[in-house]
Nanobody, 111 residues
Framework: EVQLVESGGGLVQPGGSLKLSCAASGFTFRSATMRWVRQAPGKGLEGVSIISPSGFTTYANSVRGRFTISRDIAKNMLYLEMNSLKPEDTAVYYC?????RGQGTQVTVSS
């Protein structure tokens, strides 16, 4: 059974940082293209970042230069380091292997 479990969300002030984690199991993590997506209140899903099996990364224009995606193959873990957070980054963040996504973790950026 594929499982993706996100953690690390919370409330942070504008300009602050958070690091999200995603524990993956039930599939061949090292061969998977992994994604972070988010859903802001009242909006649809938005792609945030992608990391390929070779480590190639892409970012949405809205987060490029502020967010960093990474993975630990040995631990089957996916990460998203978020810096210089803005109120518009407020959303539920999900990790995904393209077919399944986790339950999400809430990120709220507010003073």
């Amino acid at each position: 059974e594929v499982q993706l479990v996100e953690s690390g969300g919370g409330l942070v002030q504008p300009g602050g940082s958070l690091k999200l984690s995603c524990a993956a199991s039930g599939f061949t993590f090292r061969s998977a293209t992994m994604r972070w997506v988010r859903q802001a209140p009242g909006k649809g899903l938005e792609g945030v970042s992608i990391i390929s099996p070779s480590g190639f990364t892409t970012y949405a224009n809205s987060v490029r230069g502020r967010f960093t995606i990474s993975r630990d193959i040995a631990k089957n873990m996916l990460y998203l380091e978020m810096n210089s957070l803005k109120p518009e980054d407020t959303a539920v963040y999900y990790c995904s292997n393209g077919a399944t996504r986790g339950q999400g973790t809430q990120v709220t950026v507010s003073s």
